[in-house]
């Protein structure tokens, strides 16, 4: 069978795999702040294969978008669907919120069964839906600017692949990248499909974090997954010897799930979009600034300044500022990561007639949510969730996932109060990920 018609028959079982997949049937409902564009599957050569929804979340109030936080799926039916939720995850929305971004989650309608490299090799189609869904978005939300603000890229296994791969086809566009248990792949494994990749000197200015766990392959050498170091370390070595703001961080507890890689990825996107994305919408990315940069020897615990490392500096992980290489040697250490502050307090507490309590809140962006406290008369009724039901990592409001995203259904800030009287007075209290609460914040009348 001639090459030609092989990619015909995989693209015709591609299709006819993904029309029972329906991501949108389970996604939760979309609507202000929330936005959403579905794209149909494709039979035409060069175009994607699967169809494709897209949910973007705008922070309430923001004007002007100054970038876009990309939070991509990993391969197989279980990790497309977990991506219906990533926009309405509320850690990420901090970080969002706190830069003026929009936060949006892809889900490729992929079967299990089917080539994951149809959608996370951007050239298979997807780079293309990508760009078509920012200008359909930006018509959609009013938002003209989301067509050309930058990009924040996060992916997870061959989400991994489709960021870095994205770094390589778009480094003037990018602000920062993470990639989790995955990292792009510069030969092609079948240069009759698609050719191989040069790393341009551009992207080597675009700060990037390789982030897996160390049962994949850098303590664990066999199963599943034990390849992703072996792809991984001469992907950051390659990287890193051009000079290129590259770091590695290794979480001590995990395999291919997230494990609680969120705590240290979103300081670490923070620091960066503090010093990369422009004061105004429009204009050019900023420089990263090198001279507050700390390193750290490749699989070492210990970071120090640049100036003072005593190492290979082109061999060494680099660290943005001292902020995070502290989180960094915290996570590396136990996998987890500290956190001193207070999250925000709830806002907008209400109380019905039939003692059903409602309030709104924004996650820490240090620790997210653990729960909500619901007082009455200055005791303490109830918890929001009332247990902990499980999460890959720390316990959370949202239940993560091992995508990283919120687990369905989402969980909701609202109480009642069986006993309810108009004697009585009401607070909500928030709780983030290391247990610390906030001011409370009283019911209105």
């Not at 040069?198 to 303590?219: D, Q, R, S």
């Not at 664990?220 to 170091?229: I, N, S, Y």
């Not at 687990?407 to 069986?418: C, G, Q, V, W, Y």
């Amino acid at each position: 069978m001639n090459t030609a018609i092989l990619r015909i028959v995989v693209i015709a079982l591609a299709f006819a795999f993904a029309l029972p997949l329906h991501a949108e049937d389970s996604v939760p409902a979309a609507a202000p702040p929330y936005y959403r564009v579905r794209y149909e599957s494709s039979t035409r050569p060069g175009e994607l294969v699967f169809a494709v929804n897209y949910t973007l979340w705008i922070p309430p109030g923001v004007k002007t978008i100054r970038g876009i936080i990309v939070h991509q799926h990993g391969c197989g039916e279980g990790a497309c669907k977990a991506g219906q939720t990533a926009a309405f995850d509320l850690h990420w929305q901090a970080l969002a919120r706190k830069h003026d971004c929009a936060l949006l989650g892809p889900s490729y309608e992929q079967p299990e069964s089917a080539n994951c490299g149809l959608w996370c090799d951007p050239r298979n189609g997807s780079e293309q839906k990508f760009l078509q869904v920012l200008s359909d978005l930006a018509t959609q939300s009013r938002h003209p600017e989301l067509a050309t603000v930058p990009w924040a890229l996060w992916g997870h296994s061959g989400g991994a692949t489709w960021v870095g791969t994205m770094l390589i086809l778009h480094p003037e566009r990018i602000a920062a990248v993470w990639l989790r248990s995955g990292s792009p792949r510069l030969v092609s494994q079948d240069a009759s499909k698609q050719p191989s990749l040069e790393f341009p000197a551009a992207a080597c200015a675009v700060p990037v974090m390789c982030n897996l766990g160390t049962k994949e392959g850098v303590t664990e050498k066999t199963g599943r997954f034990a390849r992703v170091w072996e792809t991984t370390r001469p992907f950051f070595a390659e990287v890193r010897a051009r000079g290129g703001l590259i770091g590695v961080a290794v979480d001590p507890n995990s395999s291919h799930d997230c494990g609680n890689s969120r705590y240290l990825a979103i300081p670490w996107f923070d620091a960066c979009l503090t010093a990369r994305l422009p004061d105004k919408s429009g204009g050019t990315l900023k420089p990263m600034p090198t001279e507050v940069a700390w390193l750290a020897p490749l699989l070492g615990d210990t970071a120090t300044p640049a100036a003072q490392f005593a190492g290979e500096a082109k061999a060494a992980v680099w660290l943005p500022n001292q902020r995070i290489a502290k989180a960094w040697a915290e996570y590396i250490k136990d996998g987890d990561v500290s956190d001193t502050t207070p999250p925000p307090a709830p806002a907008n507490v209400r109380v019905r007639v039939n003692g059903e309590i409602t309030w709104e809140a924004e996650a820490d962006l240090e620790s997210g949510i653990a729960a909500f406290i619901i007082e009455r008369d200055g005791v303490e009724l109830a918890r929001v969730p009332a247990k902990p039901t499980g999460s890959i990592g720390r316990q959370t409001l949202q239940r993560i996932g091992y995508s990283d995203t919120p687990t369905p259904p989402l969980a909701e800030t609202r109480f009642t109060d069986t006993q309810a009287s108009s004697e009585h007075r009401y607070k909500v209290l928030a709780v983030n990920g290391v247990g610390l609460k906030s001011q409370p914040a009283t019911a209105m009348p």
